[in-house]
């Protein structure tokens, strides 16, 4: 392929690379899949975990291209039979690799006509932070912690000479950075320093912190990795640097792109932790397995009412089950809460000891899985005055710690239920914005 793909390319020059007929069958190409090329008959998103297994591949080697509309054996050149591939919001793609691929990949959409036939096209750009990495399962393809490399004509597990080498590259790029960072500052001096955090748009400096806002960020993390200002632009100069006049102003608030997952939502609400971007954490239940996730403990760090979580959720792009659950628990089907016991029964007498063991701080977590359970549902009948949470939560991230992976036994749907109870008790707002237990 032509080597100035990367800087644009859908091109002419790329795209005839790939686009390459058989002079006697127009039908057929004779382009071959390769480290850099995969073809595929048709576009169907329910194969969403195919493609980005194939995306990751390529962002982890040099990057390429996925074309739609070849069949394979013969390579066909049939075009899409449908428009799929031109109605699918690039904004889904984004939110899904995004959920399940860390570090961010980048990527552009392309459709080709060739005569009467149209064909799709997604460019994987290679990636400046390798490895990038499935972080957790999704569909048949994609496994959590799982790297993927994109060799000859297929896709597969990284092996071990690749991952080496990858590594390697890693720690080169990062002495040369340190290398480079600290032979600015001596030149500039250790007084005028200041360190500037370009994910949350923050810089650091004796007298205080500058904030740059998130609009601008990219633009600033594109001139880091060497792309000059746009000619015309209204200059100044940060460490021999072009940058547009009026690039840095103060705001009140950045929010911090992240990567999240269950596990976060559940420790750092246990950890009680003043977490950067609550409204992320509260998007992100959007996008998990379950719906039954702390969400009222995020809403007070962000100062949001019970309807501005409503509007948040709902403005959320997701087709996935949880969020239609959290809408609903936010409508008020959310209570997990158990009656005290008053029978004698096996589960009742449980449910009182564990109470007790609760109020005496006496829990030992060293028992069977249905003992787990028990103590789980005992918790469920704590109001919030009855919740020490200096004593519960350190408790509950023990359990989530040494218990939330176990296949059988459904601690994790238990303990879910249980910090939904938790959550909704100590933390739920109501719709004016006044959170329980506030005055």
């Known amino acids: 392929m032509p080597r100035d793909v990367a800087r644009d390319p859908f091109s002419d020059g790329n795209l005839s690379s790939i686009f390459k007929f058989d002079p006697v069958n127009p039908d057929r190409l004779t382009s071959r899949e390769s480290t850099s090329l995969e073809f595929k008959e048709s576009f169907n998103w329910n194969n969403n975990s195919k493609y980005v297994k194939t995306m990751a591949g390529f962002a982890n080697n040099s990057g390429g291209y996925i074309v739609f509309g070849v069949a394979n054996k013969p390579r066909r050149a049939v075009g899409m039979q449908n428009t799929r591939f031109d109605d699918i919001d690039p904004a889904d793609i984004a939110e899904f690799l995004n959920s399940v691929l860390s570090p961010e990949i980048q990527w552009d959409q392309h459709a080709h006509a060739v005569g009467d036939r149209r064909f799709g096209l997604v460019y994987v750009r290679e990636s400046h932070d390798k490895p990038v990495v499935a972080i957790r399962n999704a569909g048949s393809e994609l496994r959590e912690a799982e790297i993927y490399y994109r060799y000859r004509g297929r896709t597969e597990k990284i092996k071990y000479p690749e991952l080496k080498r990858l590594l390697e590259e890693k720690r080169a790029r990062e002495e040369a950075l340190w290398l480079q960072h600290i032979t600015q500052i001596a030149e500039m001096g250790v007084e005028d320093a200041a360190i500037l955090d370009l994910r949350s748009g923050q810089a650091r400096a004796r007298g205080g912190t500058i904030l740059i806002d998130q609009s601008l960020v990219p633009q600033l993390e594109a001139m880091a990795s060497g792309r000059p200002a746009e000619a015309g632009d209204a200059q100044l100069l940060i460490q021999g640097r072009a940058i547009p ?29 003043q977490v950067l971007a609550p409204e992320q954490y509260i998007r992100q239940i959007c996008f998990e397995p379950s719906g ?41 089907e959310d209570d997990h809460s158990c009656a005290v016991p008053t029978d004698s029964s096996e589960h009742s007498e449980a449910k009182r000891r564990w109470l007790a063991d609760i109020e005496n701080e006496r829990v030992s977590l060293d028992v069977s899985a249905a003992e787990l359970r028990r103590f789980l549902r005992a918790i469920c009948i704590l109001e919030a005055d009855e919740i020490d949470m200096e004593y519960l939560f350190p408790v509950l991230l023990r359990l989530f710690e040494d218990h939330y992976e176990d296949r059988t036994g459904y601690i994790a749907q238990n303990l879910r239920a249980t910090l939904c109870h938790l959550d909704r008790v100590l933390f739920r707002p109501d719709v004016d914005g006044v959170h329980d237990g506030e005055e």
């Open 245 to 273: 006049r009026g690039f840095i102003r103060p705001i009140r608030e950045v929010p911090t792109p992240m990567v999240i997952a269950s596990e976060d939502i559940i420790r750092a609400f246990l950890e009680r932790r």
């Open 292 to 332: 039954y996730l702390p969400v009222y403990y995020y809403a007070q760090l962000a100062e949001l009412s019970l309807s501005e979580v409503g509007d948040l959720v709902r403005g959320t792009k997701s087709r996935m089950r949880a969020k239609t659950k959290l809408l609903e628990r936010l409508s008020g």
